[in-house]
């Protein structure tokens, strides 16, 4: 099985529309990438490896014109059926359909880690990009890939199907092989925030508590979950 069909499958076993699955962790880390897009009305947005939809329906709430990219059928249907006025697109990140439509901004939100080749991906959105328009891609941060044995194919299988692992360096080093310039980078989500149950205790409380602490934690060492990269075509 081909990594496009996994997705497909994927979305039809697990439903990831229900609201009650998202922890207060996954809920903040959302606040902060939507902050960090800096969306404005009537913006442009293709919504790269869209999954759920959380970021689209955000972003779409906040005036944007939404494209949802997707390799599953199921999930880009649930995406239209909560937000009509999203388009949606059937297809691979590495291969986007043919089209006209230029976009200010293109997200892949913890997409590179699962791709075979990056490269071709970075490639085929930078063809959608409008002169000016943004790159935003969020990765886990130096993660340590575990492989497990699969009991059908006797073949080593990567946890969470990532295939790579990435950071600062080896994200902008990619970047500007694929003719990008990296603007900034961000680190998100100490994990520190976990082993202290941060994210439970400041459910309730201001995002900009839970904002202050996470980048406050990053004084002591670099130990986040993930990497935030604003990038622009060269």
Known sequence: MNYQEHYRQDALVFDYFDAGQLSPGELRRNRFIIDY?????????????????????????????????????????????????????????CQIPPGDRLYDLIVALEVLEHIPEPALALASLKLRLKPGGKLI???????????????????????????????????????AESGFRAIETRLFTHKLMTVLRFYELTAKLPYVIWYVLDRCLGLYNDKYHYLAVKASPE
Request: negative net charge; glycine residues 6%.
């Open 137 to 175: 891609i969020t990765v886990p941060y130096k993660e340590v890939i575990r492989s497990s044995l699969c009991i059908h194919c006797n073949q080593l299988t990567p946890q969470n199907a990532h295939l790579h692992s990435f950071d600062t360096l080896s994200m902008t080093k990619l970047l």
């Open 37 to 93: 897009c800096d969306i404005e009305p009537s913006m442009e947005i293709m919504d790269v490896g869209s999954g759920r939809g959380w970021f689209g329906l955000a972003a779409s709430a906040k005036g944007a014109k939404v494209t949802a990219l997707d390799l599953s059928e199921h999930n880009l249907k649930r995406i239209k059926e909560l937000d009509p006025r999203i388009d949606t697109v059937l297809g691979d990140a």
